[in-house]
């Protein structure tokens, strides 16, 4: 059933994606390829409303991929995707609170142990290559329409006139734009205005 499936999901992904919202990507990519909830390049479109909206990445994606796997399940409309929603952004948080409630009692105890150290120094790097390679991927999607760089060669005239004269571009001058330091909004809505009037 596609709802316990979902929990069992997300629970996985709640209790090892260790690094915030971000390092759940790695995880969303492999439901992506796994099942038929939504693709790669929905998953870009989740990543900028995720981003775009308040609250935890994390939770938003887990709440925006509910609600397509919820939508497909046994009932197919608003309300199956509003209870796959509300299933896979419980089942994201339950690790995190049963680790914290846990942990909380006896961190005073074991924070500053040479091997809480060793272990909070040796999961960084981890976290900090899950969210690098998160990020490869999401700039492939987005940029070139492939996640696998092995692919690149292969892309289309339209995709590589697109990526040279469209996306490039526009990746480029908002990432110029972001040293002026404005509020993200800004960069968020200009992005929205020319993606809709050069139809990306």
């Known amino acids: 059933m596609v709802y316990l499936t979902l929990v069992y999901e997300f629970l996985?992904?709640?209790?090892?994606?260790?690094?915030?919202?971000?390092?759940?990507?790695?995880?969303?990519?492999?439901?992506?390829?796994?099942?038929?909830?939504?693709?790669?390049?929905?998953?870009?479109?989740?990543i900028a409303i995720s981003e775009s909206t308040p609250g935890p990445i994390g939770l938003n994606m887990a709440t925006y991929a509910g609600f397509l796997a919820g939508s497909e399940g046994p009932v197919k409309n608003v309300l199956g995707g509003v209870l796959g929603g509300v299933l896979a952004s419980f089942a994201i948080i339950v690790p995190s609170f049963f680790i914290v409630a846990s942990v909380v009692k006896i961190l005073d105890k074991f924070k500053e142990s040479h091997f809480v150290k060793a272990a909070f120094y040796g999961i960084r790097p981890t976290v900090a290559a899950m969210i690098a390679s998160a990020a490869v991927g999401?700039?492939?999607?987005?940029?070139?329409?492939?996640?696998?760089?092995?692919?690149?060669?292969?892309?289309?005239?339209?995709?590589?006139?697109?990526?040279?004269?469209?996306?490039?571009?526009?990746?480029?001058?908002?990432?110029?734009?972001?040293?002026?330091?404005?509020?993200?909004?800004?960069?968020?809505?200009?992005?929205?205005?020319?993606?809709?009037?050069?139809?990306?």
């Open 12 to 46: 996985k992904i709640g209790l090892f994606s260790i690094g915030g919202g971000l390092a759940t990507l790695p995880f969303l990519y492999q439901l992506a390829e796994r099942y038929d909830w939504f693709s790669r390049a929905v998953l870009m479109d989740m």
């Open 138 to 200: 999401i700039m492939g999607i987005s940029l070139l329409e492939t996640s696998n760089l092995a692919d690149v060669a292969k892309i289309s005239t339209p995709t590589f006139y697109s990526f040279a004269f469209k996306k490039l571009p526009l990746f480029l001058t908002i990432l110029y734009l972001t040293r002026y330091d404005k509020h993200p909004v800004y960069y968020i809505a200009g992005a929205a205005l020319v993606g809709v009037f050069f139809r990306f």
